[in-house]
């Protein structure tokens, strides 16, 4: 009986209550549609304020237009960015189902901080108006507890991000087909209620927060995340969460050390299958060197497990380490050289994501000087990701139940469209989209100087359906990148770094935010010198030169394209051995 047991067992594998995880009882859709569900209330909580908050900080805490993208953009990247440290801890010492409750909890009090906020006047900033006078912004205690609440629940969002995708992505049995696809069908939809969560966010909540006030709208977000606790814990006994096995940090820097400082034997070795004769242990020797010479010798023998790839990395264990706890094997060495190859890729995204960037920040304040009203009713500009949010919502199922079978047939392969395919799709995408804002931008602009409004606040006799074009591009962006990202570093990651490896999709957001402040910063530090505006500074976006902004971020995306392409073109899948 106990031998039965031992076979139905996930090896690996705990269950919540870190007894052994059972094959025909935890794991599989089931347990991973909780994780889903919980990601709908997670992301409308988390995308009602992102999407909104510039325009918080602009008419309530009475920062400028640039300053207000700014600071969403540290925001939103420091949110993602502390994703990497969660996945890190996950793999290290927490199963991912405690880092999730435990992340839950710190949003939830940073929201709480921020809803008392918005409800008291005398935590903010008095009213004014900037026609009259210059507006106050908000400093001392209030900007403390502004802030204080920004980046508690920001490091909520991080472990929520970076425990969320791989607790659900581990559900599934890898070493069979059905349980990879079923693994990449969960990805699909995993983007399809992260959608759901913000299709209700961009559209309800946000209505709420400009027309009922902003307490309600931090109000809901925090109801929203509380609720998101019992849904999680209601799965608890159908999960399987991995085993932490250590850090995956010390691993990587001890092979890269061991690379990089071991030494040459006095015999040398001239080929991968060599054994080193160290002879019998001198009398001066301890038993620990006798036992690490032993140790090493039988690691030579199975060098001839090493790849060929990043072959400077095969030294940790073809050359004898100057100490004995830099001794590698030769699977550690293979899951650095993984970590490596897939870095080019992450870079590669970068550049996408700082276009993203511009829909929480300078597309929302563009939207907001246009004509926002669909007949009788008002939208709020805020609202905006609606377009591509629904979109996402009917793709993600077609692409899954239609797109991805059709083309495991015409390719006869299991994944049918390789991930970095995905991912390159995402990137030409999101060049068209930084086009399609720019001639948008000029067209704006042409229509507030024809109308004399250009140092007007009033609103533009323009649609903002115009500024719907570049959501719905980049929208479709994210889709492809997004989804294809999660999924390629979670299968290509070793199983001990794969939580890790997972964040990478979210560091890259993270990185992508601020590569957008930086590069508004440089923008306007290489065109303000002498007499000359700067293009991206002032209260009035009017005056900005946001096209010619634009026009820098297309060319960006296309060169940063071709790095894509010359990484993707030789990279090989290391469960399949195809190329990328």
Not at 58 to 85: C, E, I, R, W, Y
Not at 181 to 207: D, E, M, P
Request: some cysteine; charged content about 15%; aromatic content about 12%.
């Amino acid at each position: 009986m106990e031998e039965g047991q031992e076979l139905e067992r996930w090896e690996g594998y705990v269950d919540w209550r870190n007894k052994p995880a059972v094959r025909k009882k935890h794991g599989g859709m089931l347990a991973a549609s909780f994780v889903l569900v919980v990601e709908i209330l997670e992301n409308l909580a988390f995308l009602a304020n992102a999407s909104n908050l510039v325009t918080y900080l602009m008419n309530f805490m009475h920062f400028s237009p640039s300053k207000s993208a700014t600071d969403v953009t540290n925001f939103m990247g420091t949110a993602f960015l502390l994703a990497l440290l969660r996945g890190f801890l996950s793999d290290a010492f927490f199963t991912s189902y405690v880092i999730y409750l435990i992340s839950a909890v710190i949003e939830f009090l940073g929201l709480i901080i921020l809803t008392i906020q918005a409800k008291k006047p005398s935590l903010k900033p008095p009213p004014c108006n900037p026609l009259d006078s210059p507006c106050q912004s908000v400093t001392g205690s209030q900007a403390a507890m502004l802030f204080g609440g920004l980046y508690l629940t920001a490091l909520g969002i991080g472990g929520i991000k970076g425990s969320l995708v791989p607790h659900g992505a581990e559900q599934f049995d890898e070493n069979t087909v059905q349980g990879r696809k079923a693994r990449s069908t969960f990805f699909n939809y995993f983007v399809f209620c992260l959608s759901c969560g913000g299709l209700i966010a961009v559209t309800f909540v946000v209505w709420v927060e400009d027309n009922k006030g902003w307490q309600w709208g931090f109000g809901i977000s925090t109801i929203a995340i509380l609720l998101s606790i019992p849904v999680f814990l209601g799965g608890s006994s159908l999960y399987r969460s991995k085993i932490p096995t250590g850090s995956p940090l010390t691993t990587i820097a001890k092979v890269l050390a061991a690379a990089t400082f071991s030494r040459r034997t006095q015999q040398g070795i001239t080929n991968t299958n060599a054994v080193i004769d160290y002879g019998g242990p001198s009398p001066a020797e301890s038993k620990t060197e006798t036992y690490f010479k032993e140790e090493f010798t039988q690691t030579i023998t199975k060098t001839n497990n090493l790849s060929n790839d990043l072959t400077f990395l095969n030294r940790a264990v073809e050359r004898q380490p100057i100490n004995k706890f830099l001794h590698c094997t030769a699977e550690e060495v293979e899951d650095v050289k993984v970590v490596l190859k897939v870095i080019p890729i992450f870079l590669s995204t970068i550049m996408l994501n700082c276009c993203l960037a511009q829909l929480s920040t300078f597309s929302v304040e563009q939207a907001a000087t246009m004509d926002t009203r669909v007949g009788s009713l008002t939208v709020p500009p805020a609202s905006l990701p609606i377009f591509p949010v629904t979109f996402t919502m009917l793709l993600a199922p077609v692409y899954d139940h239609v797109i991805l079978p059709f083309a495991r047939r015409i390719t006869k392969t299991e994944m049918g469209i390789t991930h970095l395919q995905r991912i390159g799709t995402g990137l030409v995408l999101s060049i068209i989209a930084m086009a399609v804002a720019a001639v948008v931008e000029v067209k704006r602009k042409r229509v507030a100087t024809h109308e004399g409004l250009l140092d007007s606040t009033k609103p533009l006799p323009i649609s903002f359906f115009w500024i719907a074009l570049q959501y719905l591009f980049l929208g479709s962006a994210d889709l492809f990148t997004l989804a294809g990202l999660l999924e390629f570093f979670f299968s290509e990651a070793p199983a001990k770094m794969r939580s890790l490896a997972t964040s990478l999709s979210w560091a890259s957001l993270a990185l992508g935010y601020y590569l957008s402040s930086v590069l508004v910063q440089i923008v306007n530090s290489a065109t303000g010198k002498g007499s000359h505006q700067p293009w991206l500074k002032g209260s009035n976006l009017n005056h900005y030169h946001l096209e010619r902004f634009y026009w820098l971020m297309c060319v960006l995306s296309a060169v940063n394209y071709f790095h894509f392409l010359f990484w993707a073109i030789r990279y090989r899948y290391i469960k399949s051995g195809t190329k990328g």
